[in-house]
């Protein structure tokens, strides 16, 4: 795959099978059915194995065998922070604890402001800590993923202030990104991934040249309100941790020139952000495409 195209795996009957396991059988169940899964997707999974393959040999420099057993426990975390994400929305944060490094950031949001995240851990649990911030989270979504996933989600997060804010081809959605902001509400999305077209800046990432969306950082621009990186990773079973920096204002200006060198500083800051929090948790990262463009190598 040369680049993600607006969805992610999986669907509704996969939340729903183990959205009834929770509440039935409870979460640790629920892992132990996740093994079977896991294994299912090993075998059956080509183009996202091969992607996270290069990423642990090629990226992380690991052994033929040490990759391969990387695949397994990446796959297996990965399905772990999707059960809790949905035990976290659906009402169960207190079965886990968390950490949170610099909440007092948040805090300075009195008038609104953007979180960017990436897809390394589990960023829906920065829900919680906005729930004790009294501030109403705005999750903006491609169209892809929304269809199928976020409609049943919203179902199950009755009690809690989220609301997701669908990118759509008519640009209708910047007006729900207005209104959110002018209400002093905190929107959080992710700035890893782009879908073809979008416009990019190519930037040293764990090594290798990739390209990063400068669409987030614009948004905080042109709307005018301070930024501020979050990741959340697991760190045990049930206890996660998570990472707010400083807030961050990015100027707005016309002069094309200047914008994208203001862009570009500002997307960078990001990922040497990322390029920390996933040295330091390298079987986080979930982004199951070919990122780097990496030439396919034999697994042997």
Partial sequence: MSSWQGKTRGGVLGYQIFIWTLKYLGIRFAYLLLRFV??????????AFSSIYSYFRN???????????????????FGQILIDKVAMLSGSQHKFTFDF??????????????????HVGNWEIAGNLLNRLNKRIHIIVFDAEHKRISGYLKDIMKE????????????????????AFASGDIIAMHGDRFIEGNKTVTIDFMGK?????VGPVN????????VSYVF?????RSHYHFFATPLYQIEFTRNLQKRELILGKAVTVYVRKFEEILRRYPLQWFNYYDFWKFEPEPIT
């Avoid at 990226?59 to 975390?77: A, D, G, H, P």
């Avoid at 490094?101 to 402001?113: C, D, I, T």
Wanted: proline share 4%; glycine share 4%.
């Fill in 59 to 77: 990226i992380q420099s690991y052994s033929v065998t040490k990759s391969l057993i990387s695949i397994f426990r990446n796959y297996y975390i």
């Fill in 219 to 226: 948004l905080a621009a042109r709307f005018k309100v301070p």
């Fill in 38 to 47: 896991v294994a299912w997707f090993v075998f059956n999974s080509r183009e």
């Fill in 101 to 118: 490094e610099g909440e007092e950031y948040l805090r300075q949001m009195h008038n609104g402001g953007l979180l960017i995240s990436a």
């Fill in 209 to 213: 040249p990739a390209h990063f969306p």
């Fill in 160 to 179: 809690r202030n989220v609301h997701f804010i669908v990118i759509r081809e008519d640009y209708n959605h910047l007006n729900e990104i207005q209104q």
């Fill in 232 to 236: 959340a990773v697991k760190e045990t």
